[in-house]
């Protein structure tokens, strides 16, 4: 969320011109826990209980995965007595967390706002005479409260979320641990319990982990990640219009754009065509690249779309340029777009779409 956090602060400068882990254990999860005692008329000998009462003990401890398991292994063994005391951790382990999360706070009021405004420039790129006037006299003043009242619902739902952190830390080493533990025993038959599922308490560990975090539709949050990862090879400047762009889109309520690198090459040689050779336009002079769809396809892939500008080589003016122009600003808008590169040369900028 820091980068598309980021990302909208470039469009709020656009209108006014984002463990326990497998080796540490993490405080404030793990507490004494009585072994549990043997069932009435258990034959179960004494020395059993005490075994695992020190065995659950070292679990608690215990700051390496494989030492861990090794104790599990080892409780397991024991029988009931063993596997009361490893389900009786998970269980604490999972309790503890569970009364520390709480829901968020209401935010209706401004869910409310945020889809009127949603609702405005939705109209303004369906309306079929859209005008440079439009754009900016409308477009941009909703757009500027939208990214206002955004920014003020996640401050507070971010605020809430922080206070999770160590629980969310502390999750993410059990997630770990019990993912780990259910793989092995696959394999390893002793570390399979015979009285509980690894795989319900994975479910259950999982599910409050995502109770840790601030809710996100999953194919907007794995888009965005995916483009973080293809984010580290390219330019800052290219990759900051695009994550610009996602922003606007998630801020209209439209879904973010993966980045295409190829898209990305082919933008940018546009933009250095037009600077290198003087001209500015869509189809080009050049021999086999005439239209943005020749050029995509010369460099591996499809478009489209495409905007161009020329004049500055600040992100934002650029951005600010699409936006205010009825056409551009219903291409970056556009829900049948699925695919974005931008490229950048001097001052030409090339912004390229996919299907």
Not at 58 to 74: F, G, I, P, Q
Not at 159 to 180: D, P
Not at 181 to 207: N, T
Not at 315 to 323: M, V
Request: proline share 6%; aromatic share 6%; charged share 25%.
């Amino acid at each position: 969320m820091r980068y598309l956090l980021g990302a909208i602060g470039i469009l709020a400068c656009l209108c006014a011109c984002a463990v326990l882990d497998g080796a540490e254990a993490a405080p404030g999860i793990a507490a004494e826990q009585p072994a549990a005692a043997a069932p009435e008329g258990s034959s179960a000998s004494a020395e059993k209980i005490k075994q695992a009462r020190q065995l659950g003990a070292e679990l608690r401890t215990a700051s390496s995965m494989e030492r861990r398991l090794r104790v599990v292994k080892e409780l397991i063994a024991l029988g009931a007595e063993g596997e009361a005391a490893v389900k009786g951790y998970f269980d604490q382990q999972l309790q503890r967390v569970a009364a520390a999360i709480k829901p968020p706070p209401s935010t209706e009021a401004y869910d409310k706002r945020i889809e009127e405004l949603r609702k405005i420039l939705a109209e303004l790129r369906a309306d079929a005479n859209l005008t440079k006037e439009k754009t900016q006299q409308i477009g941009l003043p909703a757009l500027d409260e939208l990214t206002n009242v955004y920014n003020r619902r996640e401050a507070i739902i971010q605020s809430h979320y922080q206070k999770f952190s160590r629980s969310a830390e502390a999750l993410r080493g059990l997630v770990q641990f019990l993912r780990t533990l259910q793989d092995k025993a696959e394999s390893d038959p002793a570390l399979q319990p015979q009285s509980f599922s690894l795989a319900e308490y994975l479910k259950e560990a999982e599910k409050l982990l995502e109770q840790t975090q601030p809710p996100m539709n999953p194919q907007v949050r794995e888009i965005l990640e995916e483009n973080e990862k293809i984010a580290r090879e390219l330019p800052p400047d290219e990759v900051a219009g695009m994550r610009a762009l996602n922003a606007m889109r998630i801020l209209c309520g439209l879904m973010p754009l993966r980045i295409d690198p190829k898209l990305v090459a082919v933008a940018r040689g546009h933009s250095q065509d037009m600077a290198v050779h003087g001209f500015f336009a869509h189809e080009s002079p050049l021999p086999g690249k005439k239209t943005p769809q020749d050029r995509a396809k010369l460099g591996g892939t499809t478009a489209s779309g495409e905007n161009i500008y020329v004049g500055s080589n600040v992100t934002k003016d650029a951005i600010r340029a699409w936006f205010l122009s009825p056409g551009h600003h219903k291409n970056m808008l556009s829900e049948s777009h699925k695919r974005q590169g931008l490229g950048r040369y001097g001052t030409h900028w090339t912004q390229l779409f996919g299907q």
